[in-house]
């Protein structure tokens, strides 16, 4: 639910109460004698207000902001539960296939079906999938538009300086699209966790962040772009902490889904492109209580708690929900790596924390010991290349 914000302008009041009386007679004045109280004598006030016949010389922020402010678009989703929205940037186009090319956070678009870009005229277009990256929280879209305003990237995020000015375009709230907001680069390679198994490193920046940033841009005066919006600190007694992806990174995710995306140009459908290499796991672990045999007791044990449908996530085609979960065996395809055994598990926080620590790749294996509708099994869940799809 989207709120807008309505400014009221109030003002103090109060009532004066007036008490009219007629005049006795007695020692009445006059009618044709004046007072003094009654002897005014009022006049309009005379000013000049000077204008200023020349126009104010243009500033390095607002000529930046001019040109690159048709790059930045607004994004709305939906998804089967939610109605969202978020920003975008154009970055490249397609003559051959008549496409224009949008980066934006994986987050914003994740599990959406149905995804509109408006531009800054107020255009609207369908926007299609070419692939997306959720531990580096980036995918890239596209729409069937040609010639339009592209950003260049800066070109090494590394060298970025303490204390450089910055430029934030974007659609805070979800309301209000094109918003301009500037401040400063306040830290470069920040090391930021986005949950409880991942880090990313991320620019730090006063800015002024809000929900519908994520995907915007982030640009220096000269109006290159140097990250793309992600993440805010939000809680009572903290402003002005806000993230953005580093253009390394941007760059490297979206070159690895443009080249291992393809196109069907007769259904204008894409196979989405893929990080080479990266693997998700298909399935959420809990902990429940169990009741164990005739009398034994009760104790909390790890168990699926979800399962997933995309079929290049790991363990969705293997594990079930319920499924309860006593040991897992770590077995590298790389015979030089030791395999790690871990058995008697006592919570799922110690599963993840075994699979994350693993420095696991694709085609590893996860070897699970669970309980199935009171039957012991052994279930292989080979890591395979994850390829987002919606």
């Not at 991942?198 to 982030?218: E, P, R």
């Not at 902490?241 to 080249?259: E, H, K, Q, R, W």
């Not at 796991?281 to 034994?296: K, N």
Request: hydrophobic share 35%; proline share 2%; net charge negative.
């Amino acid at each position: 639910m989207c709120f807008i914000p309505v400014l009221i302008l109030l003002a103090s009041c109060s009532e004066n109460e007036i008490n009219y009386s007629e005049p006795s007679n007695k020692n009445e004045p006059d009618k044709n004698t004046l007072t003094e109280e009654e002897n005014h004598e009022y006049k309009t006030p005379q000013i000049t207000i000077d204008q200023s016949s020349s126009e104010p010389a243009v500033t390095e922020i607002e000529q930046t902001v001019s040109n690159v402010y048709d790059s930045v678009v607004s994004i709305d989703v939906v998804t089967e539960t939610t109605i969202g929205s978020g920003s975008g940037v154009l970055f490249s186009s397609d003559n051959d296939l008549g496409l224009s090319y949008i980066v934006t956070c994986f987050h914003v678009i994740e599990d959406a079906y149905s995804i509109n870009v408006t531009l800054t005229d107020g255009t609207v277009y369908k926007a299609s999938v070419v692939g997306g990256y959720k531990d580096q929280d980036l995918a890239v879209l596209s729409i069937e538009a040609t010639n339009l305003n592209y950003v260049q990237f800066y070109g090494n995020s590394d060298n970025l300086k303490l204390g450089t000015q910055v430029i934030c375009i974007g659609n805070p709230l979800g309301i209000l699209p094109g918003s301009v907001s500037v401040g400063y680069l306040s830290y470069v390679n920040r090391e930021v966790s986005v949950d409880d198994y991942n880090t990313m490193k991320l620019l730090q920046t006063d800015v002024a962040i809000n929900s519908g940033n994520s995907g915007g841009a982030l640009f220096n005066v000269s109006g290159a772009l140097i990250g793309i919006v992600n993440a805010k600190y939000a809680d009572s007694g903290i402003d002005g902490l806000g993230f953005a992806i580093p253009i390394n990174t941007v760059y490297d995710v979206i070159y690895d889904l443009m080249s291992t995306a393809k196109y069907d140009v007769v259904s204008k459908t894409w196979d989405e492109g893929y990080v080479v290499g990266d693997w998700e796991l298909g399935f959420d672990l809990a902990d429940a209580r169990y009741s164990i045999g005739m009398g034994i007791g009760i104790q909390i044990v790890p168990y699926v708690s979800n399962v997933y449908s995309n079929e290049t996530m790991s363990g969705a085609s293997s594990l079930q929900l319920k499924d309860i979960i006593s040991g897992v065996t770590i077995d590298y395809k790389d015979d030089s790596k030791t395999d790690i055994v871990v058995s008697d598990i006592a919570s799922s926080s110690a599963i993840l924390t075994t699979i994350y620590d693993a420095n696991l790749s694709v085609g590893d294996s996860l070897v699970f010991t669970v309980t199935r509708n009171n039957i012991s099994l052994t279930v292989n869940v080979e890591l395979v290349q994850y390829i987002y799809s919606i």
